[in-house]
């Protein structure tokens, strides 16, 4: 079943599942953080928080056992996931496409999202 439609940002937030809520807002913080640094704006694209310049840099997803972390590989994204894969592996996180996958019995990675967000806004 497709999620429902959002309103807005905050709309998003408001309706995550209770086991989605605290990864997302967790996700949500480092990612404003981190778009503060590129005046990067925070939107709803493809119905999930999206942080953007000229073009997408990273989005936010929410799925039923796991959230990702995904940069757009079209807008250079994958660059960032090939410069850290080992790392995210070696942590017990998996890499997949464009993406780091964290399940919600599992603590966000604080770091080692901040180091990922950090590659993705350098040079912007």
């Not at 080992?86 to 966000?108: F, H, N, S």
Request: aromatic share 8%; charged share 25%; net charge positive.
């Amino acid at each position: 079943m497709p999620a429902p439609k959002r309103a807005s940002i905050e709309d998003y937030f408001t309706q995550l599942p209770e086991a989605a809520r605290p990864h997302l807002l967790k996700l949500r913080e480092f990612s404003l953080a981190a778009a503060k640094t590129v005046q990067a704006r925070e939107e709803l694209k493809w119905n999930a928080p999206a942080y953007s310049t000229d073009t997408i840099l990273w989005m936010l997803q929410s799925f039923k056992k796991h959230c990702s972390l995904r940069f757009p590989i079209q807008s250079g994204g994958g660059e960032v996931m090939s410069a850290h894969r080992a790392e995210i592996e070696a942590t017990g996180y998996e890499a997949i496409e464009g993406a780091i996958k964290i399940p919600y019995d599992r603590p966000v990675p604080d770091q080692l999202i901040k180091k990922l967000l950090k590659t993705r806004t350098a040079g912007r």
